[in-house]
């Protein structure tokens, strides 16, 4: 009954240190059927970020380039730098079956969701500013004034939420991954994703 | 965060035989928060059913009295009796913040979902035609000529399910009852349903 149809596009987005990459990592951990799609940006790379792991970190011309030959899913630029989801690898996933993250940008959410009227939007809230601070300055990579400005990005990003068909609380570790993992579950049973069930479920009737 | 709000109301419907009971028992037992719903009707108890289990056994004319004076959610008539859902208890458990389930004919599920726009409704598939009639005929309470008669209707009602939200085969059990368990818990992170996220978060900020 359940073939295995198109994968799902899982667009999502949260302020900075909001904690995207912790979800998604153990979200990783527990779904083989999950791929990443990973982003391309200008920005520099921060300690410990590998190349083609975090971000495929490349310069503003070729940035530029990919953008004009279509290559780019959405783009953005955010602090001073572009953000974007290379187009050929999520296409390939998704037509063999596999549901994809685009871990964005706010920005790009907005894009995605004007481009992919299919995908499912999930913005990851932080309990509260005063946590969304500590994270912020828990990472030590950055000086006061980045965290203030992040910060002040985060209050402009946060009432984007309202364009996202859903809203994941992202204090404990275990709800937001059993979040979002419903959502991708829930999502599939859609009957808008579904349409041919009834059409299945009958015939079968004929051909006994 | 995560405050108790008003419960969800879980409308599940299936064609006879369809397998809703052995869903919902499951269900029950894995969730404390869910109520059941338990629906009033005409029809004759079968072996082993009791009065205030199953459905409460009332008669036509306690059923046409509770219609008029507004104390049904609900109601329909299937092959010749009266099925109806009692509305006082329904709104209680939601107020108190308990999901709950409803348990009925497809022709209800219509006019609940005109009466609670807010409801998720849920159609529970069977895998097909011929595992449908194996589960009449397994029931083993059933004349041959009943069993054709619910197979009948439920042709008739299967194309109802593309007036649910979400369809979920009555394949595997595991599956069918974890499917709904992810229906549940991803309609409670609609961004729709949580209006007050931006604010709440934002607040927060603005009193540290």
Same mark, same amino acid.
């Given at each position: 009954?359940?073939?295995? =149809?198109?994968? #799902?596009?899982?667009? #999502?987005?949260?302020?900075?240190?909001?904690?995207?990459?912790?979800?998604?990592?153990?979200?990783?951990?527990?779904?083989?059927?999950?791929? !990443?799609?990973?982003? @391309?940006?200008?920005? @520099?790379?921060?300690?410990? =970020?590998?190349?083609?792991?975090?971000?495929?970190? +490349?310069?503003? %011309?070729?940035? *530029?380039?990919?953008?004009?030959?279509?290559?780019?899913?959405?783009?953005?630029?955010?602090?001073?730098?572009?953000?974007? &989801?290379?187009? @050929?690898?999520?296409?390939?996933?998704?037509?063999?079956?596999?549901?994809?993250?685009? *871990? +964005?940008?706010?920005?790009?959410?907005?894009?995605?969701?004007?481009?992919?009227?299919?995908?499912?939007?999930?913005?990851? !809230?932080?309990?509260?500013?005063?946590?969304? *601070?500590?994270?912020?300055?828990?990472?030590?990579?950055? %000086?006061? @004034?980045?965290?203030?400005?992040? !910060?002040?990005? /985060?209050? =402009?990003?946060?009432?984007? $939420?309202?364009?996202?068909?859903?809203?994941?609380?992202?204090?404990? #570790?275990?709800?937001?991954? /059993?979040?979002?993992? $419903? +959502?991708?579950?829930? *999502?599939?049973?859609?009957?808008?994703?579904?349409?041919?069930?009834? %059409?299945?479920?009958? %015939?079968?009737?004929? &051909?006994?």
């Amino acid at each position: 009954m359940k073939t295995a =149809e198109k994968g #799902l596009l899982l667009v #999502l987005s949260a302020p900075s240190g909001g904690g995207k990459g912790t979800v998604l990592k153990e979200l990783f951990a527990q779904d083989e059927n999950l791929r !990443l799609s990973v982003s @391309a940006t200008t920005r @520099a790379p921060r300690p410990g =970020e590998v190349h083609g792991e975090q971000y495929y970190f +490349i310069s503003r %011309e070729e940035f *530029e380039k990919m953008i004009e030959s279509g290559g780019m899913l959405e783009h953005a630029q955010y602090v001073g730098n572009y953000y974007g &989801t290379p187009k @050929a690898p999520v296409e390939k996933w998704l037509d063999e079956g596999r549901d994809v993250v685009l *871990e +964005i940008e706010v920005q790009g959410g907005q894009q995605i969701k004007k481009l992919c009227p299919d995908c499912v939007s999930v913005f990851l !809230l932080p309990p509260s500013m005063e946590v969304l *601070e500590k994270r912020l300055r828990g990472r030590g990579t950055e %000086e006061d @004034a980045v965290v203030q400005k992040r !910060l002040g990005a /985060a209050r =402009e990003e946060i009432p984007h $939420a309202q364009e996202y068909d859903y809203i994941v609380y992202n204090d404990r #570790l275990e709800d937001a991954v /059993a979040d979002v993992q $419903a +959502i991708l579950r829930a *999502e599939k049973r859609k009957y808008s994703r579904n349409r041919d069930c009834i %059409e299945r479920v009958l %015939e079968n009737a004929e &051909t006994q």
